[in-house]
């Protein structure tokens, strides 16, 4: 059994980043803008063309090929022939590029500077209109040029699409071993993987602070779960709730300020709050059954969690100042692990039935819930910071993997990790 699962089935027995300056890129003159909506993948993507970036083999790192990979995954666009030679100081020849098929056209280039850094230029067009739309440029570090292609693809969804794009956020996974376990902090392609603990002991339920620069997660390290919070820059941790019993399912507030967690220092599972720092713990639920797994609105007035108060495991919701809940799910017997979109309208969970599925219903009662993987051990859904994408984890091929999928679940990818077995994935917020 998948050890995050045990959250709910075990209570019924019971330095590594430096900060990024904000602006990689300085503005050079904007031009017009268009957008595309899209709506689930039965509607248009649209097509773009990104042409390789003039002298991007001397840097060591395929920037074009990144930046292709990261639209490619957004479930937004649709890659065409990007063959020829162009870069940001040429002039296209449109009848070409509209012969393709490109309604989009992205060109740049790579130059190293005599200190070592590199000029990364791009200019981004509408191919339609032959107008330019952005041209823009950095000079960066060579360890930054990923970061840099990653920036470059969020600019041109942003720009297109009128939403921001989450290639360079990151995303927190564990990872296990020979018996050890590894929590690890990539980037959202699953590339530059950094670690943020190394472990004989099991690591579960990391959780990101909004600020982006902190992790809650669970450690059995003291010979039971302790919530502990880590810097992911410096690698200082703290203990912030380690109470008589089970300490669990750490989960921040909106602000910052709280987190939400399941104690048993009362005898059974129940949501508490408490401050960031560990002070001041509340019991929120008031409940004799097992109430665990909390998540909070991202307005911050209402806690989602999982109760088995009405005979089997259901996700609830109550108001974080306290106050009595009210049922969310219905649909199944054994519904756990809800996480909410950012925007507030969707809820993502994990159904019980033939296997473990995720679902994703919308909160109004609009639609019916929908299950968005075709696998059967599914675990840990997580929203994108922009609503576009969940992470989970499953099961594929014998290996314990991670993969993406759009709100509609007709998009389906995996996210590379170097072979491992990988579980409990948390997409981190915009903060890079």
């Not at 019971?14 to 503005?27: D, M, R, V």
């Not at 921001?164 to 690890?184: D, E, H, M, P």
């Not at 602000?255 to 599972?269: E, K, Y």
Request: glycine share 8%.
């Amino acid at each position: 059994m998948p050890i995050r699962r045990r959250h709910f089935t075990a209570a019924l027995s019971a330095g590594l980043f430096t900060a990024a300056p904000t602006a990689l890129f300085t503005s050079l003159p904007a031009r017009a803008q268009f957008r595309v909506e899209v709506s689930g993948i039965g509607a248009t993507q649209l097509p773009i063309a990104v042409t390789r970036f003039r002298d991007e083999d001397r840097s060591g790192q395929a920037v074009s090929q990144i930046i292709r990979d990261d639209l490619d995954r957004s479930s937004v666009f649709r890659l065409v022939d990007s063959s020829g030679a162009l870069d940001e100081r040429s002039a296209p020849q449109w009848s070409d590029w509209r012969g393709r098929g490109a309604d989009a056209l992205l060109v740049g280039s790579v130059t190293r500077l005599a200190d070592g850094r590199f000029d990364v230029r791009y200019r981004l067009w509408d191919a339609v209109k032959s107008q330019e739309l952005v041209l823009q440029s950095a000079v960066v570090l060579p360890a930054d040029l990923r970061l840099a292609a990653h920036r470059i693809a969020d600019a041109v969804h942003e720009q297109l699409v009128g939403e921001r794009g989450v290639n360079a956020t990151r995303i927190a996974f564990v990872s296990k071993a020979a018996n050890r376990y590894t929590l690890r902090i990539t980037d959202a392609d699953g590339e530059g993987a950094q670690t943020a603990l190394a472990s004989p002991q099991p690591i579960i339920s990391p959780a990101w602070a909004p600020d982006g620069r902190r992790l809650a997660y669970v450690s059995f390290e003291d010979g039971k779960a302790v919530v502990m919070v880590q810097d992911v820059s410096t690698g200082e941790r703290r203990r912030v709730a380690a109470f008589k019993g089970s300490n669990s399912a750490p989960a921040w507030s909106p602000d910052g300020q709280r987190l939400a967690v399941t104690l048993t220092r009362d005898g059974i599972s129940q949501i508490y709050l408490l401050d960031a720092s560990g002070d001041n713990p509340r019991r929120l639920t008031q409940s004799s059954a097992i109430d665990t797994e909390a998540c909070f609105s991202p307005d911050g007035r209402q806690v989602y969690f999982v109760s088995d108060r009405g005979g089997g495991p259901q996700v609830y919701r109550m108001p974080a100042a306290g106050g009595s809940a009210e049922r969310v799910t219905f649909q199944g017997a054994y519904n756990i692990s809800p996480a909410i979109s950012p925007d507030g309208r969707m809820l993502a969970y994990v159904t019980r039935e033939n296997g473990f599925r995720v679902m994703v219903m919308p909160l109004d009662g609009s639609a019916p819930p929908l299950a968005v993987t075709d696998t059967a051990d599914d675990e840990s859904p997580s929203f994108a910071p922009n609503g576009r994408l969940l992470i989970y984890a499953t099961r594929s091929g014998g290996r314990d993997v991670l993969m993406t999928t759009t709100l509609d679940g007709k998009i389906r990818r995996r996210v590379p990790t170097q072979g491992q077995d990988v579980r409990e994935p948390a997409w981190g917020p915009f903060t890079r």
